[in-house]
């Protein structure tokens, strides 16, 4: 393969992932809840000025939140595909895609604590003074 068909190739690709970027967002309501509170979480960023290594971290589980959502969308659609009707395996199957997206809701919820509450107890500070 040459180099130019090489480039060509990623770049299809990357139309195609951006396709699958905009499907996720048009029809997924689990995606639009997540990028609903990605735009929560980002405006209360801007709000209290989170430091450089927060906004990596808060960026990072939006991240991986989105991911794991996408991946279980996926899976969903295929485990639907390849067997519409009701079967225990396939409940089995979309319950652990589902228990991957709780593992790193967990941890997207823990960094959100570990960084917003500081900035909370300092907005609260003056109304128990
Ligand atoms: N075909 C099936 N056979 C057996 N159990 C199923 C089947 N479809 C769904 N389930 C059960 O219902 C649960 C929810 O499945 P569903 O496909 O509705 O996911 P969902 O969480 O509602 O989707 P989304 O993430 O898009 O909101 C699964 O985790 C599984 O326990």
Not at 37 to 51: D, E, K, N, P, R
Not at 57 to 64: D, H, S, T
Not at 97 to 108: K, L, P, S, T
């Amino acid at each position: 393969m040459g180099f130019k068909q090489f480039v060509k190739g990623r770049l299809k690709g990357c139309v195609y992932a951006f396709n699958g970027a905009a499907t996720l967002i048009k029809t997924e309501p689990s995606i639009q809840v997540q990028i609903f509170l990605s735009i929560i979480v980002t405006a209360m960023g801007f709000y209290f000025q989170i430091t450089t290594t927060q906004w990596m971290f808060q960026c990072f589980a939006i991240g991986l939140v989105l991911t794991a959502e996408g991946i279980n969308s996926a899976i969903e659609a295929v485990a639907d595909f390849i067997h519409p009707d009701f079967h225990v395996k396939i409940g089995h199957i979309k319950d652990i895609a589902a228990g991957a997206v709780f593992f790193a809701a967990v941890i997207a919820i823990i960094i959100g604590l570990i960084i917003y509450i500081p900035y909370f107890q300092d907005l609260m500070q003056p109304l128990f003074a």
